[in-house]
T-cell receptor, first 115, second 109 residues
Framework: GAVVSQHPSWVICKSGTSVKIECRSLDFQATTMFWYRQFPKQSLMLMAT?????????EQGVEKDKFLINHASLTLSTLTVTSAHPEDSSFYIC???????????FGQGTRLTVV | EDQVTQSPEALRLQEGESSSLNCSYT??????LFWYRQDPGKGPEFLFTLYSAGEEKEKERLKATLTKKESFLHITAPKPEDSATYLCASWTDFNKFYFGSGTKLNVKP
């Protein structure tokens, strides 16, 4: 199946700093990518939908100025957590919708810990 | 409000004991119903996409079915390696995915 690579797989940062997470579709072009966060023992919560070349669409309650999403190409979307705080610590996962829009593939996730 | 509900939350089976997982959905404009498997600390792994009521798909010991209100993931003669959390997600006309809370499956040898 198609491959989505997410980097880094884990990161520890100090409170107040910013962290960038990359999501790449390695063998297909993805016009649409999704960003999720997942708390322990809970399901994935959709944060935003990212479309190549346009602004991301954020879900209600997600601060767009805090979680900056850029989808500059058909194979790369980035999520930047700005001025991170301990409550931002979570597992962040991206997914990419294939061009045929029949499947959605997920990255391996990024474990963010803010200390 | 779009909603996806999975049951049971947790399921313990003996190896070889077949069972089904349920995913009920109430969404506007369903384009597809996805099933994923997720192992601890990893991203979800794609299993199936179902598009219309009556559709069925199979992969090894797994079989997914879809009706107008729910989807089932049938596990036939499960093995310990099938232990994982199984997630379903609805894909809507607004090009969004909404996930259920998952069913944590534990298959004991």
């Amino acid at each position: 199946g198609a491959v989505v690579s997410q980097h880094p797989s884990w990161v520890i940062c100090k409170s107040g700093t910013s962290v960038k997470i990359e999501c790449r579709s390695l063998d297909f072009q993805a016009t649409t990518m999704f960003w999720y966060r997942q708390f322990p023992k809970q399901s994935l919560m959709l944060m935003a939908t990212s479309n190549e070349g346009s602004k991301a669409t954020y879900e209600q309650g997600v601060e767009k100025d805090k979680f900056l999403i850029n989808h500059a190409s058909l194979t790369l979307s980035t999520l930047t957590v700005t001025s991170a705080h301990p409550e931002d610590s979570s597992f962040y996962i991206c997914s990419a919708l294939g061009l045929l829009k029949t499947e959605a593939f997920f990255g391996q996730g990024t474990r963010l810990t803010v200390v | 409000e779009d909603q996806v509900t999975q049951s049971p939350e947790a399921l313990r089976l003996q190896e070889g004991e077949s069972s089904s997982l349920n995913c009920s959905y109430t969404v506007s404009g369903l384009r597809g119903l996805f099933w994923y498997r997720q192992d601890p600390g990893k991203g979800p792994e794609f299993l199936f996409t179902l598009y219309s009521a009556g559709e069925e798909k199979e992969k090894e010991r797994l079989k997914a079915t879809l009706t107008k209100k729910e989807s089932f993931l049938h596990i036939t003669a499960p093995k310990p390696e099938d232990s994982a959390t199984y997630l379903c997600a609805s894909w809507t006309d607004f090009n969004k995915f909404y996930f259920g809370s998952g069913t944590k499956l534990n298959v004991k040898p």
